[in-house]
């Protein structure tokens, strides 16, 4: 059984940065892991996967050079460091993992954590 684990959310003003940790245990590797968000009222949209072995990586395009997934070599953690923030992309970031493919299709994903809240303020 796979499990993920969001951590790293918070509040910050316009401009700041964050980094968002994703925590992945279980018995079988992903493809890719991915990052989605969902704001209110709105549908969850990805933002930016990773494959987990060579961790090529495949971004949304509002994301603009700003966000970058990551993995650290050996560990089961993939980050997304989000610079120059904006109140757009105040979400609820979820990570969730594929055996699919790298994808940006939230259906391609069948595990998923529980979100962690960001807020950007103006």
């Known amino acids: 059984q796979v499990q993920l684990l969001e951590s790293g959310g918070g509040l910050t003003q316009a401009g700041g940065s964050l980094r968002l940790s994703c925590v992945h245990s279980?018995?079988?590797?992903?493809?890719?892991v991915g990052w989605f968000r969902q704001a209110p009222g709105k549908e969850r949209e990805f933002v930016a996967a990773?494959?987990?072995?060579?961790?090529?990586?495949y971004y949304a395009d509002f994301v603009e050079g700003r966000f970058t997934i990551s993995r650290d070599l050996g560990k089961a953690i993939v980050a997304l460091q989000m610079n120059n923030l904006k109140s757009e992309d105040t979400a609820v970031y979820y990570c969730?993992?594929?055996?699919?493919?790298?994808?940006?299709?939230?259906?391609?994903?069948?595990?998923w954590g529980q979100g962690t809240q960001v807020t950007v303020s103006s």
């Open positions: 969730a993992a594929t055996t699919i493919g790298l994808t940006k299709l939230a259906a391609d994903y069948g595990d």
């Open positions: 279980g018995r079988s590797l992903p493809y890719a």
């Open positions: 990773l494959t987990w072995r060579d961790r090529r990586a």
